[in-house]
Structures are given as C-alpha cells and as structure tokens.
C-alpha cells in the first residue's frame, strides 16, 4: 500500500522538524508556511533541554554548528539594582539566530524531497472552532494534518497584554553566555549568535492604563537607566533589519490532550521563554511525533490513536515544566521578588540547579 501523506500547517521549528523526520522515513509531506524564509522571529535565540537530543537523532545538530552556532556555557542573573555572578549552566545550550535556522531547516526539508509551500496560508487553522463555519472547524480537519501554527493569541490576561521585542545588537560585551535582565516591566535575555552578534529579546508586560511606560522599542529593550541592563547596551548599535515584535502572547498552559487537531510545538502551549526551553519542546515534540504518524501514513494505525498517543506522550513530557515555568515567571515578574531571586541564583547552587532541571 502506498504510504498515506501529512500535511503540516506551520512551516517554524516544530513543523520543519516533523517533516525532515518524516521524510526520513520516506513519508511523502507538504509543509505549508504563510511567511517566508529567511524572517527574523521574536525569539530568545537560546537552545537549553531535551530538543538537542532530537536535533542529534535527527542528524540536525551538526546542520546548526556548521551554520556557526555559539555555545553556550554560562548564565548571569540581573535585576535593575543587583547583579549576580555568571554561573556554569548544568547542561551547555546552543545559541543560532532565528533567522539562519529556519531556512537551513526548510532546505534541509526541500533536500530531503519535502513540498514547501511558502507564503500560503492553510485557511482553517487558528481559527476559534466557534467563530467558523462546519466545514472549517479545527475538530473536522481531515486525517493527516498535523497543526503546527505556533503560539495561539489572546489579547489580555489578567489585566495585562503580553508582547515581545527582538532586535540584533553589535558592540555588546556580555559578562555570561546568557544574561538574564529582569525589570517590574518584564524580562530581556541577552545572548550571543553566529557572526558575533548580540540578540537582545524581551517579554514585556503592560497594564491597561498604566503611564510612564517607554514610547520606543530601543526604550524597552535598553531598560531603565541606570539598571545593569542599560548600562550593559550602552554601545550597542542595533541593527534595524533583524527588529521584530509580537504581541497577543497567551502563557496560560494547556493539555494536548484537549485539543481536537494533532499539535506539535507552540501549537499545543507555550512555555513562559524565560526558561528558553519553547524551541526544545517544540523539536521534542516533533521527534514524539515522528513514529505515530509515519505508522499512520504506512497504515499501521488509525489516525485517532496516532493522534492520542503523540497528545499522551506530550502531556507527559511537558506537565512538570510547565507548573515550574508559570511559577518562576511569576517570581521573576513580581517586582518585590526580583532582587531576591538574583541572590538566590547567586548563592545557592541547590536553587540553580533546581530551578534549571525542573523545567526541562
Ligand atoms: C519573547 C520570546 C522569547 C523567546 N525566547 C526563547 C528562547 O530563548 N529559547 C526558546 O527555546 N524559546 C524561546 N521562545 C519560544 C520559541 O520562540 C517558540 O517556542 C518556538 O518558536 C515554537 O516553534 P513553533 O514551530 O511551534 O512555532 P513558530 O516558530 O511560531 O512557527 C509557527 C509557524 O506557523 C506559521 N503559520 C501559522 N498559521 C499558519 C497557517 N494557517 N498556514 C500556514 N502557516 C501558518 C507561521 O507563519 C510560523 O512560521 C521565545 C518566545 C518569545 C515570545
């Protein structure tokens, strides 16, 4: 029997990663993107956790160190009156712009015999299962497609909207591989790319009414004066090109079992990014996908089961980090906390590793 074909909404890191694994197994796959390549993305840019296990079975590790990326060793913790020495990370990360990584994965996709189809938007995904009509609804996508649009939006939570800005910086000396700025207006993580570029990446929160906030994106990135953040990028020249913003950010987790499609990446829940652990669980996700739809596609199994044992596999991979993130976020953002958090990174190796370990 001919081997069955998946379709894959969502050409980023999840959907790409899916579809070289399937290729791999000669599954015939399209992957439809409504963007194009290569994009900068509002991302950290800092690869920490288990997906560098799957970007290893999948061959894609070396891919990415041929491409230049940096690794890194050390983190620093700041809030905008303390600093924190740089600390070893119990396990190295992998830092690679955005802007490199998804087009070395979508060639190694087309390489692979993959279909890409770039600047096509699949029309039903996304789309509130309530807000359309039958014949487009999430739950009535037809077996072998694979959702893997990315973060879903929601405009305000709890009286405040989320959003996120990045920009490439020359001219910076970081004093860690990694620097973690936290301020009472959210976070920026620092960190170096290829080409000795510095990525300044920030999640940043704003109250409804609240005055006295920056009016630039340079504003929000550089801090507020004084801090250790804004210090650190005095000299630092961005480059236009590489800004980005998003905004509609949701942080509430949620299970993949409840959801009717079969997910992968963002797609299923977005992990807060101070853990800069997103991009992992979105290629963990991907590598547990793998096997279940390829069964599918050579008929071994009905899609339903594929569909709820990748959903199983997910949930059980994910619920630990997820409860740890939104609680050290919430630590991270309350302004009260921030300077104690900056000394327990400093002095207790137990909080650290901690900390570190259980969201991954
Ligand atoms: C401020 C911020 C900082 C972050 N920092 C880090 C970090 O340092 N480390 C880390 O690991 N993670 C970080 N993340 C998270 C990380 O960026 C995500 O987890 C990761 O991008 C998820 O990959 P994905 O493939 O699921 O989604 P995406 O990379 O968002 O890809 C989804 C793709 O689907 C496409 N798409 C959507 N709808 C359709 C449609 N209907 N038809 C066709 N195409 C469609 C989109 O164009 C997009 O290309 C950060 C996130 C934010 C917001």
Redesign the pocket.
């Known amino acids: 029997m001919a081997a069955k074909p998946i379709t894959i ?7 790409l990663t899916l579809g070289i694994g399937l290729r791999q197994r000669d599954v015939p796959v399209t992957v ?4 194009h390549y290569p994009r900068h ?8 956790g288990r997906g560098q296990e799957t970007l290893s079975r999948l061959g894609l590790r070396e891919l990415l160190a041929r491409a230049g990326s940096v690794n890194a060793v050390t983190a620093a913790f700041f809030s905008s009156t303390k600093s924190a020495p740089p600390r070893p990370l119990p396990v190295q990360a992998i830092c690679l712009s955005r802007f490199v990584m998804d087009r070395l994965l979508a060639n190694e996709f087309q390489k692979l015999g993959g279909e890409l189809r770039v600047g ?3 029309p039903a ?2 789309v509130r299962a309530a807000a359309c009509p039958d014949r487009l609804r999430p739950e009535l996508q037809p077996e072998g497609v694979v959702c ?4 879903r939006l929601q405009t305000e939570e709890g009286g405040s909207r989320w959003f ?1 800005l ?1 920009a490439h910086a020359r001219n910076v000396a970081l004093a860690a591989d990694l620097e973690m700025h936290v301020s009472p207006r959210g976070y920026v ?1 620092l960190c170096c790319v290829e080409g000795g570029a510095v990525n300044v ?3 940043f929160q704003r109250r409804a009414g609240a005055d006295n906030t920056p009016q630039t994106w340079r504003e929000w990135l550089r801090g507020q004066t004084g801090s250790p953040l804004n210090q650190r990028l005095g000299a630092a020249e961005f480059d236009e090109s590489s800004f980005c913003a ?1 905004a509609g ?1 949701s942080l509430r987790p949620q299970r993949a079992a409840v959801r009717a499609e079969c997910c ?4 299923i829940t ?1 992990i807060p ?1 101070v853990t ?7 290629f963990e996700s991907a590598g547990m996908a793998v096997e279940p739809l390829a069964a599918w596609s050579r008929g071994e199994t009905s899609w339903t089961p594929a569909r709820q044992t990748l959903a199983r596999q997910c949930d059980t991979a994910f619920a630990r980090r997820l409860a740890w993130a939104k609680w050290l976020q919430r630590m991270m953002l309350a302004p009260s906390l921030q300077n104690v958090l900056v000394q327990f990174v400093a002095h207790s190796e137990w909080f650290w590793r901690t900390a570190f370990e259980r969201t991954r």
């Open positions: 909404v969502g050409g980023g890191l999840a959907g439809w993107e409504a963007g993305r509002v991302c950290g840019e800092f690869i920490s096509q938007r699949w995904m996304g893997a649009t990315g973060r996120g990045k993580g990446c920030g999640l998003v950010i992968v990446g963002d797609a977005m990014p800069g652990n997103g991009m992992s669980m979105a």
